[in-house]
């Protein structure tokens, strides 16, 4: 059987789909906090089972009878982070499953100036050092989260990120969660690591240029400095260890971290991913 945590998410449920086309339904395991969230699917006969990443009886319990695991990586941040993850990889050894692929950040290093990144390198080694035989899925930025950095620039016509040149090798999630179902039904992906990257890097500035030339609207970049986006936050409550969360990703960017391209995804789809014009003509 494979399981599936952090099903009832974007990149959980696309998965689940791609998986739907591959495997009979009762060999998938959905793993979700609330299986209301998967109401979709009670008629599709996969198992829904509940289990938060807080609590590794539940963890334990959800992942009885499974070979291979699909472990989604938190939202939480910091050390409640690092222990979420931490608990589905005890509860995946306790319960003797043989294989983890694991949804990480490219390029994770212990310096990475992106703090999720970090974390994700913490759950790796915890993974490396359980002895399970693995799949490290290094995912770059995905390109469904451009919205978040463009804010209202296909109104008003400015895109304001302390990004300066940095790139992005900005990939589809649908196209990530194709390849994931790819490596959790084939075997020849144990103790392999992919940076799972689109095809090329843009940068922000090529993104206002991208959109210009499809809007038909011209569309500016500006490089603003750090402290104008953090103080932008503050004005919006969010809490401050999101606001570090995210200017660390800024900072990331900035320095190329997102930039490597490689051509695993290709390789695992068997086609092109799909390109950022393509992404950016259907926003
Ligand atoms: N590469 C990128 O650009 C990028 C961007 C955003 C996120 N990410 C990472 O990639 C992951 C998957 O992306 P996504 O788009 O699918 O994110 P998403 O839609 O936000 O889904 C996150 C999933 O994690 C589950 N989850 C969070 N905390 C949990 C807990 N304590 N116990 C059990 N489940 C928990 C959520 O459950 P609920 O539905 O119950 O909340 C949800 O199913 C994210 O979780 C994040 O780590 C990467």
Not at 10 to 37: C, F, M, Q, Y
Not at 61 to 66: E, M, P
Request: glycine share 6%; net charge negative.
């Amino acid at each position: 059987m494979i399981a599936i945590t952090g099903a009832s998410g974007h990149l959980g449920k696309a998965t689940i789909n791609h998986l739907l086309k591959k495997i009979k339904s009762e060999n998938i395991v959905a793993i979700v906090r609330d299986p209301l969230k998967l109401a979709a699917y009670k008629d599709t006969g996969i198992k829904i089972r509940t289990a938060d990443y807080n609590d590794l009886e539940s963890l334990i319990t959800a992942l009885a009878g499974v070979n291979t695991l699909l472990h989604i990586s938190t939202t939480s941040m910091g050390l409640v982070g690092v222990l979420q993850e931490n608990n589905v990889v005890r509860a995946a050894d306790w319960e003797g499953v043989k294989h983890i692929v694991y949804t990480s950040g490219l390029g994770p290093k212990a310096d990475s100036y992106f703090l999720a990144v970090q974390q994700c390198l913490r759950t790796e080694e915890a993974i490396i050092n359980s002895k399970i035989s693995y799949t490290f899925f290094r995912n770059s930025l995905y390109m469904e989260t451009i919205p978040q950095f463009i804010g209202n620039a296909l109104q008003d016509g400015h895109i304001y990120f302390p990004a300066g040149a940095g790139k992005v090798s900005f990939v589809s999630r649908e196209d990530i969660a194709e390849a994931l179902s790819v490596v959790l039904t084939e075997t020849q992906h144990q103790n392999k690591v992919y940076e799972v990257t689109g095809s090329k890097a843009f940068s922000f500035q090529d993104i206002a240029s991208l959109l210009s030339l499809e809007k038909k609207f011209s569309i500016n970049y500006m490089d603003i400095p750090a402290e104008f986006l953090e103080a932008e936050l503050i004005k919006t409550e969010m809490p401050e260890d999101e606001i570090g969360w995210f200017l660390s990703l800024a900072k990331s960017i900035k320095a190329n971290e997102f930039a490597p391209v490689e051509d695993c995804l290709e390789v695992l789809l068997k086609r092109k991913p799909l390109a950022l014009k393509e992404y950016l003509t259907k926003l």
